[in-house]
């Protein structure tokens, strides 16, 4: 099956510091991944859509100079949190959509999730 | 907007015992429905899916879920459980502007031996 990692699995990091967060897709390409936040009892909330090649899409309310999203090839994204505050501490989960040609056929709209990154901002 | 809640936070059950997850999602028309499975530790895995036909999806390791469009319900069923079920269950609709999922809060099933 597809999988995806993100690395690393857990961080922590002081306030003011930024953290970079790694998601890639190991045996397929993905023209799309998406980055979820969860918080604790809460369910996964997209932050923002990930693009091959140009500008992620972000949701209202997720500021786009603090949450730095770069998908510079077709098997890795990466989500940088720049000058880190504990009010970010949380999950972050990303996941990515096969394009729908290729080898192994993909079912359409299928997503894979990487294992998510516990971010803990002292 | 889309959106999908989950009636139960926590359901604790004993081996054996038959699991109904409560899933119903705001607003009708097409619809394409998930449910999730997160083990401790580990990443999200798809259970099963619909996006038409019988309502009634097979999914796998026993689960199935059947969709009532009447009642904008996507319940998720297994008639037995084993321990090794215990997870957390998240219920989700493709709806987002992006073609992203939009979740439900999650059920956390604990199955005691």
């Known amino acids: 099956g597809a999988v995806v990692s993100q690395h690393p699995s857990r961080v922590i990091c002081k306030s003011g510091t930024s953290v970079k967060i790694e998601c890639r897709s190991l045996d397929f390409q993905a023209t799309t991944m998406f980055w979820y936040r969860q918080f604790p009892k809460q369910s996964l909330m997209l932050m923002a859509t990930s693009n091959e090649g140009s500008k992620a899409t972000y949701e209202q309310g997720v500021e786009k100079d603090k949450f730095l999203i770069n998908h510079a090839s077709l098997t890795l994204s990466t989500l940088t949190v720049t000058s880190a505050h504990p009010e970010d501490s949380s999950f972050y989960i990303c996941?990515?959509?096969?394009?729908?040609?290729?080898?192994?056929?993909?079912?359409?709209?299928?997503?894979?999730f990487g294992p998510g990154t516990r971010l803990t901002v002292l | 907007a889309q959106s999908v809640s989950q009636h139960n936070h926590h359901v604790i059950l004993s081996e054996a015992a038959s699991l109904e997850l409560g899933c119903n999602y705001s607003?009708?028309?097409?619809?394409?429905l998930f449910w999730y499975v997160q083990y401790p530790g580990q990443h999200l895995q798809l259970l099963l899916k619909?996006?038409?036909?019988?309502?009634l999806v097979k999914g796998i390791k026993g689960f199935e879920a059947e969709f009532i469009k009447s009642k904008f319900s996507f319940n998720l069923r297994k008639p037995s459980v084993q321990w090794s079920d215990t997870a957390e269950y998240f219920c989700a609709v493709l709806g987002g502007s992006q073609g992203n999922l939009i979740f439900g809060k999650g059920t956390k099933l604990s199955v005691k031996p």
């Open positions: 619909y996006f038409s036909g019988d309502p």
């Open positions: 607003y009708g028309g097409t619809v394409n």
């Open positions: 996941s990515a959509q096969p394009e729908l040609a290729g080898d192994p056929p993909f079912s359409y709209n299928e997503q894979f």
